[in-house]
């Protein structure tokens, strides 16, 4: 194994100095690290002491694309309940899974047909439980809770995920604090959220199980979240990282259509207009999202990534207004209101916290 020593750099996600590897050519040239004249608190980029060696730094042109990747994300997940409600009158949440699933992966293993090179044993696992839990499991899960419970219902218990994988990051990887922002931040955004999804509505009726399958669907999610961030933090190629977690997923999926034999008719899959809702969930919500998403944990990290999922539902209202015509009420326009709020109070006013300290050095 390669020989290091190590270098202070700041973490991504908290304002305290760590220390990182030092390639053994750059520690045996016996260059100063911070070289000298570099400002009080700073830490500059290593290529000033060790030139011509490359090491992943995260600029913050980087983490303005990972904001836009993850915004970009959401946008469209927000949209697939319509194509997943019109496709379960003809097929079970199992065969939609698996036709998306297989989409998403030829369509990456075409733009990236190179084979998975491990750096460490373990990664392999790391991969495969991600894949299982975020594609196969999570997937799975909320199409089965559309099945048994409202859309109303699902889409208030899956908003509640940044939530959990708060605390599914602090628990495991201790990237997060958990601070006064965030647990007033999620009150707002739920109670926002309430309002939007039960707007018009004179009672609220509660499905047990659709509503107990949503909740173990989110709990799954932050294990994805959580999984995934530790890939990122391995340096793979986010497109071979994607591909490969389909490829887990579609393995997970394969096994359980063998057990109970779900397979879908590809006869019907085929025709007009279950085909394009496929493609939209397939292409474009799988396998585009997930390479944005992976992107975005790496770039930004996996809370400020999951706090993006507050603005699904009123995400959900604009393309309701704009595709089904429907009207915006006061209730709804309050809950959107309250629910922009929880993710500025979360995420804002806790990067607002940082600045002084980072500045102190």
């Not at 990051?169 to 647990?183: D, G, M, P, R």
């Amino acid at each position: 194994m390669e020989n290091f020593s190590v270098i202070p750099q700041r973490s991504e996600s908290s304002t305290s100095i760590t220390m990182v590897p030092l390639p053994s050519e750059c520690r045996e040239s016996k260059v100063r690290y911070p070289p000298l004249g570099a400002e009080k608190g700073a830490t500059p980029p290593l290529s000033m002491a060790c030139p011509g060696v490359l090491i992943p730094f995260i600029l913050p042109r980087t983490r303005i694309v990972g904001h836009l990747a993850i915004l970009t994300v959401v946008l469209i997940w927000a949209t697939t309940y319509i194509s997943t409600k019109i496709l379960l009158g003809s097929f079970t949440p199992m065969q939609i899974l698996l036709v998306r699933t297989i989409l998403g992966f030829l369509a990456l293993f075409l733009c990236n047909p190179r084979k998975m090179v491990y750096k460490q044993k373990s990664d392999r696992l790391i991969l495969a439980g991600s894949g299982l839990c975020g594609i196969f499991l999570y997937y799975y899960l909320e199409n089965t809770a559309l099945v048994y419970s409202s859309a109303s219902n699902v889409g208030v218990i899956v908003a509640t995920a940044p939530f959990f994988t708060l605390l599914a990051v602090h628990s495991i990887l201790k990237e997060e604090h958990l601070k006064a922002q965030y647990f007033v931040g999620f009150v707002l955004s739920m109670l926002g959220i309430a309002l939007i999804s039960y707007s018009g509505h004179t009672e609220l009726k509660l499905n047990p199980l659709g509503d107990f399958l949503a909740f173990l669907g989110i709990i799954v999610w932050a294990f994805y979240i959580t999984l995934t961030r530790v890939i990122a933090r391995r340096g793979y190629p986010t497109l071979l990282v994607t591909r490969t977690m389909f490829f887990y997923a579609l393995f997970g999926m394969g096994v359980v259509n063998l057990l109970f034999g779900d397979f879908p008719d590809f006869t019907v899959v085929v025709k007009s207009p279950y085909l394009y809702h496929f493609l939209f969930l397939g292409l474009i919500a799988s396998a585009l999202c997930f390479v944005f998403w992976n992107f975005g944990l790496k770039s930004i990290g996996a809370v400020k990534s999951s706090f993006y999922l507050y603005l699904s539902p009123a995400i959900t209202i604009v393309f309701s207004v704009i595709i089904l015509g429907e009207v915006i009420t006061p209730t709804s326009a309050i809950g959107t209101a309250l629910t922009l709020s929880g993710l500025l109070v979360s995420e804002f006013m806790r990067d607002r916290t940082k600045a002084p300290e980072i500045q102190q050095g």
